[in-house]
Every structure is written in structure tokens, then in C-alpha cells.
Nanobody
Framework: HVQLVESGGGSVQAGGSLRLACTASGLTTTHNAVAWFRQSPGKEREAVAAICTGDGRAYYHDSVNDSGKGRFTISQDSAKNTVYLQMNGLKPGDTATYYC??????????????WGQGTQVTVS
């Protein structure tokens, strides 16, 4: 039974930072596809960061990559079986519910089967 539990959301002023954490049970994050998605009211869910290959290379949505400046960083702690999303330079447009997701198949990285409950991020 796979469980993903997110933490770290909250309210922050524009330009501030937050770090989201996703602790997994029932799968090993470093051996599986892991991703952070977000969804705000009236908008489609979008993947903001993901690790979809066994070598740990990361994917970032253009809106958080900022032409390579990299406002967001996805990382993993194998000892804690936890995936992080470090978010810097937050903008009001980043306001959304953020979801951690995972799948045992790297091919399903952007359509994963396992989801966390979501954590709210509000930027004012």
C-alpha cells in the first residue's frame, strides 16, 4: 500500500521561500518516478518538477525554470524516503494546491498512479 504525505505548505509574501516535503511509504522514492504537481482554481493541473529517470535528472515546468534561473528545485533524501520541492522567489502566480505523486514506471511520470493529499501554498 503506497502512501505519500506532503508537508510544508503555507502562506508567504512574494519573493519568499517554502520547502515542501513528501514522505513515502510502500515505495522507494529513488527507484521510482516522483513529481510535484500543482492546481489552482479554474486551472488545469500541471507538473512543476519531476524526476522521471533512474539517473535522477530533473524536469521543470517553464514557469518555475525562469529561463534557467531555477526558482524551484526537486530533490530526494534516500535515508528519509522523502522528496522535497524547494521553492524560492515565489510569485502570486505560484499560489496553488501542490501535490506529490509517484509511480513505479518512469513512463507514467506525468500520469502517476499514487498521489498525496495536497498542501496549500499561498503567495501574496
Amino acid at each position: 500500500h503506497v502512501q505519500l504525505v506532503e508537508s510544508g505548505g503555507g502562506s508567504v509574501q512574494a519573493g519568499g521561500s517554502l520547502r515542501l516535503a513528501c514522505t513515502a511509504s510502500g515505495l522507494t522514492t529513488t527507484h521510482n518516478a516522483v513529481a510535484w504537481f500543482r492546481q489552482s482554481p479554474g486551472k488545469e493541473r500541471e507538473a512543476v518538477a519531476a524526476i522521471c529517470t533512474g539517473d535522477g535528472r530533473a524536469y521543470y515546468h517553464d514557469s518555475v525554470n525562469d529561463s534557467g534561473k531555477g526558482r524551484f528545485t526537486i530533490s530526494q533524501d534516500s535515508a528519509k524516503n522523502t522528496v522535497y520541492l524547494q521553492m524560492n522567489g515565489l510569485k502570486p502566480g505560484d499560489t496553488a494546491t501542490y501535490y506529490c505523486a509517484a509511480d513505479s514506471s518512469f513512463l507514467l511520470c506525468f500520469d502517476p498512479r499514487y498521489w498525496g493529499q495536497g498542501t496549500q501554498v499561498t503567495v501574496s
